[in-house]
Structures are given as structure tokens and as C-alpha cells.
């Protein structure tokens, strides 16, 4: 146990300050996939009991129900309602666009962070080669300055220098796959929310439709 945290600490010490960079990386990558998936959940984006409420209210119904717990909800989905219900007594196509104001801010609000995900997707590779070309670059001039040359310490050394180029391939493909997961989940349930506010708007202004 002890030695394969010493080899690990070696692993990465050896990786010089392009290792530090992408480690930061990693952390910052790591962060946002978890509070992501914690705030990105259906229940939380689009409450289960606000959807049924639009979903089974009638033509002409009252919207007490609606509007109660829009008020009482915290949820993208809560909001873009709240502004409609808000706005009934603007004409329809007023009322359509304010929605959309205020739900193109929740859907900014529910990316927030994928920025980061789809930076280190780019970056992390790129940071992992510059690591490896400059330990090569040491490995190669400590040759040529005449300290003479043991292939078995040149290939060794050549392996340590392409340990920042393994970390960065390691940081990128999970941050690819979580920034589509969420991107598509973000998508999704934009899709739903636009769907039931098209409804309650059509419930809402039936004598215009």
C-alpha cells in the first residue's frame, strides 16, 4: 500500500509544472461534474407536481393551483411559469416573448460550468503534450551537452516525460463524456419545459389561438 502511494506521488512529481496544471484542472474539471449532477435533476428542474398541474388543467380553469406552486418553487421551471402567469393580461405574442427572456436565463443558469468541462476537453491533451515535449527537450540537450548516454536511463527518462501526456488523455475523456451527458440532459429538459409552457400558454389564450 505504502509503496503504491509512493509511486503514484512519483508518478505525478515527476511530471514537472505541466502536471500541476493539469491536476488543477482535474480538480476544477471534477467540481463541476459533481455539483452538475446534483443540480441537474429532473425532479429539481421540472417539479413533478407543477407538471401534472399544467398537464391536467382545463381550458378556462382556474390557475390557483398553478400559480401557488410556482410561487412556492425554486425551479427553472417554477420561473419561466411565474413570468407567465404574471403576464396574462399582455397579449399573447408579449407574453410569449417574456417568456422566452426569462427561460433562455434559466438555461444559461443550468450550463453554468459545462464551459469548464468542454475548456479541459481541449486543453488537458494539449497541456499533457507540452509536458512531454519538454521533458524530451531536457532529455535530449542533457545528451548532446556530452553527459554521455545509457539508453536504459534515456528510455526511462523518456517514459517519465510522457506521463503528463497519459494525465491529460485521462483528464480529457471523462470531461468529453460529462459535458455531452449534461449538455444532452440540459437540452432535454429544455425541451420538456418548453413543451408544458406552450401548453398552459394555449390554455391561457384559447380565444386567441
Given at each position: ?104 436565463h434559466e438555461i444559461v443558469g443550468m450550463e453554468t460550468g459545462l464551459a469548464i468541462l468542454e475548456m479541459a476537453t481541449g486543453v488537458a491533451p494539449l497541456l499533457g503534450l507540452l509536458g512531454t515535449l519538454s521533458g524530451l527537450v531536457s ?71
Open positions: 500500500m505504502v509503496e503504491s502511494l509512493s509511486a503514484a506521488v512519483d508518478f505525478f512529481v515527476r511530471g514537472g509544472f505541466f502536471m500541476i496544471l493539469l491536476l488543477a484542472l482535474s480538480v476544477a474539471a471534477g467540481t463541476v461534474m459533481i455539483l452538475r449532477a446534483r443540480v441537474l435533476r429532473e425532479r429539481l428542474i421540472v417539479p413533478p407536481a407543477l407538471e401534472a398541474a399544467v398537464e391536467e388543467l382545463r381550458p378556462g380553469g382556474s390557475l390557483q393551483n398553478i400559480a401557488d406552486l410556482s410561487a412556492a418553487g425554486d425551479s427553472p421551471l417554477s420561473r419561466i411559469v411565474s413570468v407567465c402567469l404574471s403576464h396574462l393580461n399582455w397579449p399573447r405574442q408579449e407574453n410569449i416573448e417574456a417568456v422566452q427572456v426569462r427561460a433562455r532529455i535530449f540537450a542533457n545528451l548532446g551537452g556530452g553527459a554521455g548516454g545509457d539508453p536504459v536511463a534515456v528510455a526511462r527518462g523518456i517514459s517519465e516525460a510522457l506521463n503528463t501526456t497519459i494525465v491529460g488523455l485521462a483528464v480529457a475523456v471523462p470531461c468529453l463524456m460529462a459535458h455531452n451527458y449534461f449538455q444532452r440532459k440540459v437540452e432535454t429538459m429544455s425541451v420538456a419545459m418548453e413543451g408544458l409552457v406552450a401548453d398552459l400558454l394555449a390554455k391561457c389564450y384559447l380565444e386567441q389561438r
